[in-house]
């Protein structure tokens, strides 16, 4: 019990805890599909509270982790080999390529620049016309808008030296391909609150109808996951399926119109290759036809080649719930935050690293 | 990189044309210029969770102030130094 008196409300986690206690009488499985829940899960020693009957698995929900290695080559070479302003977020920066990352070619002598925002970039590009800037937008459906955004914008304003690298991936996809596998140990699964709040609810509903899987709309502070796993328990003890939402006060059914709007203008949905998984069908976005001229692959003619992934890296089978981190036996010997050999091990929101710093 | 962190409107500082619109945010001392589009609603002295200086929607101010102590707490501010442009 030791975090427990630094939770925000310890009575209510308190109750929280003794009524899942009461309720579970079977053994369940439930994961979490976001990567900053995981991270808080890990972070607030929440998975030693749990009774043991309740495994928590922790999903695919990191954009860093599940960016393939040819992706991350194809920004290495823009960098590289175009001369452009490369951009992107900075937990991108770590992440092994094929060869090399990012911060690595940076050291070489690449122009590679961390921002907060891809709106960021499209002012970046407008104050240097003589320069090619690329944003690496990565992300799920949270950061779409934003990427989107930058794109509209840079149009509006004539920003014409300014394109995106896209690499967006969608979480009722990535559900549906567990749920699919024949392997699958999932019983429910907590939806991302943030991903909900700009894309609503609705494309859960035929998820929950189709495998019979509870699904539970949850946020990522300590009170809110216990919820959300008290919740989806019930329901599973009860032999329901049922869409709920535990982060009502934030998540509206419909989601954000205008967002989703942003996302359909600029945006197409297409197979998407997931690293450590493979590729699932209509799983990402890609920019439109209608914004062709600010696709960074359309611009400079790239052709994504088929990389291996790393073989010593169990990545996959860790993002499908199927082994632990530390069941992996590169963790914590050959595999460190310092020297990643997979990403779950670069990101804060990645599984490897959350349990490398905090589970002992 | 997926977290919303809350914050309140200071200021609407551009208008486009009548749904772009930008203003400075106030995270607990720090304050960023965002993109305000999505939240066409959100007036000065509104609260709203911002993802990668985009606004993505309109919270209550119990409901940000909590939030914004705990990932204060918890260390998950940082994101909002990278960057940071002179106030
Ligand atoms: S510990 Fe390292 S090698 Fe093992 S699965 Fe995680 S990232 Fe891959």
């Not at chain 1, 595999?335 to 710093?357: I, K, N, Q």
Request: proline residues 6%; charged residues 20%.
């Amino acid at each position: 019990m030791k975090f427990l008196t630094e939770y925000r409300n310890p009575e209510v986690v308190r109750e929280y805890l003794d009524e899942l206690h009461r309720t579970v009488t079977q053994p369940w499985t439930i994961m979490e599909i976001c990567g900053g829940q995981t991270h808080s899960l890990v972070k607030n020693g929440i998975l030693d509270l749990l009774p043991k009957q309740v495994t928590m698995v922790h999903g695919p929900g990191c954009p860093v982790c599940v960016t393939p290695l040819g992706i991350i080559d194809e920004a290495i070479y823009l960098a590289e080999n175009e001369g452009v302003v490369l951009c992107s977020f900075g937990d991108m920066l770590r992440v092994p390529g094929s060869e090399k990352s990012l911060l690595e070619a940076k050291a070489g002598g690449a122009d590679v620049r961390i921002l907060y925002s891809p709106l960021e970039a499209v002012k970046l590009a407008q104050e240097h016309p003589d320069r090619e800037v690329v944003f690496f937008a990565v992300g799920f459906e949270t950061t779409a808008p934003a990427n989107a955004l930058s794109v509209v914008q840079a149009k509006q304003l004539g920003v014409k030296n300014y394109a995106i690298l896209a690499s967006h991936v969608l979480v009722p996809p990535a559900m549906e391909a567990i749920l699919g596998d024949p392997d699958n140990v999932i019983n429910a699964f907590l939806a991302a609150g943030h991903v909900c709040t700009i894309m609503g609810m609705e494309e859960y509903f035929p998820v929950v109808e189709k495998y019979q899987v509870p699904i539970v709309v949850t946020g990522f502070e300590p009170v809110d996951l216990l919820q959300g796993i008290l919740m989806a328990v019930k329901q599973l003890e009860r032999g329901e399926a049922k869409l709920e939402n535990q982060y009502a006060r934030v998540v509206q059914r419909e989601g954000n119109l205008l967002a989703m709007q942003t996302i359909e203008k600029v945006f197409e949905v297409s197979d998407r290759s997931w690293r450590g998984i493979g590729t699932i069908p209509q799983s990402g976005y890609e920019v439109s036809e209608t914004y062709a001229s600010f696709d960074a692959r359309r611009k400079f003619n790239l052709q994504l080649a088929p990389v291996e992934e790393n073989k010593d890296c169990i990545a996959g089978t860790i993002l499908k719930g199927l082994k632990k981190p530390f069941e992996c036996p590169n963790f914590r010997t050959k595999c460190t935050p310092e020297h990643p050999l997979g990403a779950p091990m670069v990101s804060s929101e990645g599984a490897c690293a959350a349990y490398y710093h905090f589970h002992a | 990189m997926c977290l919303a962190i809350p914050g309140k409107i200071a200021a609407i500082t551009g208008q486009l044309d009548e749904t772009f619109r930008t203003g400075k945010v106030s995270f607990g001392g720090i304050q960023k210029e965002i993109n305000l589009t999505m939240v066409p609603e959100a007036k000065v002295g509104d609260y709203v969770l911002v993802h990668v200086g985009v606004a993505i929607s309109v919270v209550d101010e119990e409901e940000a102030k909590t939030t914004f102590e705990y990932l204060k707490k918890m260390g998950e501010v940082e994101e909002l130094h990278e960057n940071q442009e002179a106030p």
